[in-house]
Structure formats: C-alpha cells, structure tokens
C-alpha cells in the first residue's frame, strides 16, 4: 500500500472549516483513500474514503486532486468534540490490510 | 447495532500471568483484526482473521497468540508478556469479500504488564 504524509499537527478555530492535506505520491490507480480520526483514549472511528471523485458525507469532505497524489479532508465546521489525531490511509480496495500513518493531530481551539 | 465489544476495558498483569482480551461484534462482519497502539503513536496490525481463519500475522511475538472460535468472537491470549507490551490493545471487524467497506473499532483495552 502506498505510504502517505501528513502534517504532525494543526490548530483550527472552532465553527471554521478544517482542511487536513495528505499527501500520497505513490498511489496506484485502484488504491482508495480513507481517513479516520481517533478522539483521544478511544478506538479510531471511520470518517471517508474515495477513489477519485470528490465525496461528501455527514461527517466531512474528502478532495482528492486530479492526478490523485494528494488529498485534503474538509471538516465543515469544526466543533471542540473533533479534537483527534486524523489518519489518512492510502489502501488497495482488496484485502483487509489497514496500515495507519503518523497522522495529524488536530486541535480546536474556542 | 455497529459496535465491536472488547473486555475488559483495563487490565494489568504480571509477567508470569496468563490472560485473555476479548473482542465480540455482531454486525455478519467476517473479517476481524487486532492491533496494538502504544502512546502517541498510531495503531500497529497484529492479526487478521478473515472466516475465522488467521490470513495475516504481522510477526507478532508467540506471546501473543489469537484465536477465533467463531465469527462474532475474537480473544487475544496472552501469556509470559513484558513490560514494553503494555499498549491499548484494539479489536477491529470489517465486511469481507466486499470492497471499500470501513473497518469498526472497539474501544480498546488498556493493558498494563507489571
């Protein structure tokens, strides 16, 4: 699976958007990118993934560029409860291999 | 119901202990993992098991042995553990055979090797 890069950590203002970059250069073409986010002392939680277009749930945004080696999640307007180190993981859709980076740890400040 | 159970919670052993984690989810997921997170660091693969069999051993130490008894269960047997395993100990479950699903996660146990 592709190996990703993510910024150790970000302060963002709560009620702003937060946009989290990634970086994953070495993507194939039938490598999704997902993104989880562990809130502290508990187990990682699901938030997105995508292949190459742009998706939008509840929870967040996910842009993933045209040549697809970067991404950024958009977390619309971020709240004190989305304090949490946010993975970015880069994996092929077969097998259950789930390979967690460095990640970013993300601070909301009132 | 989208939960993956584990116990206990806490547990703190001796190194001449022999315990279990135990990890319980009943969403049809058939595969099932464990991973280990020390502090400040992400979660690291250990196991997977996928239709109760065991598909990935990430060289984890014959300390640590899984175990699968059915397809709702997961345990983590462990026995003759140092110091430096004390981590959170995290169960996992996904759908398998199906692409792109998420994985969900238990809470974790917080194992403490005295």
């Known amino acids: 699976d592709a190996k990703t890069t993510q910024p150790t950590s970000m302060d963002c203002a709560e009620g702003r958007a937060a946009n989290l970059p990634c970086n994953h250069s070495?993507?194939?073409?039938?490598?999704?990118v997902y993104w989880y986010r562990q809130i502290h002392s508990q187990g990682p939680q699901y938030i997105i993934h995508g292949l190459k277009n742009n998706e939008t749930n509840e929870m967040a945004s996910l842009i993933i560029t045209e040549d697809r080696k970067s991404s950024t999640l958009i977390l619309p307007h971020a709240t004190l409860r989305d304090t949490a180190v946010y993975y970015c993981?880069?994996?092929?859709?077969?097998?259950?291999?789930?390979?967690f980076g460095g990640g970013t740890r993300v601070l909301v400040k009132p | 119901d989208t939960e993956v159970t584990q116990t206990p919670k806490h547990l703190v052993m001796g190194m001449t202990n022999k315990k279990s984690l135990k990890c319980e989810q009943h969403m049809g997921h058939r595969a099932m993992y464990w991973y280990k997170q020390k502090a400040k660091k992400p979660p690291e693969l250990m196991f997977v098991y996928s239709y109760e069999k065991l598909s990935i051993n990430e060289s984890v130490p014959s300390r640590f042995s899984p175990e699968c008894p059915n397809s709702s269960l997961l345990n983590l047997h462990l026995h003759a553990l140092q110091p430096e395993d004390s981590a959170l100990y995290l169960c996992a479950s996904s759908q398998e055979r199906q692409m792109n699903t998420e994985a969900f996660f238990g809470q974790g146990t917080r194992l403490t090797v005295v």
């Open positions: 070495t993507i194939s073409g039938n490598e999704y």
């Open positions: 993981i880069v994996k092929r859709p077969a097998g259950n291999k789930l390979t």
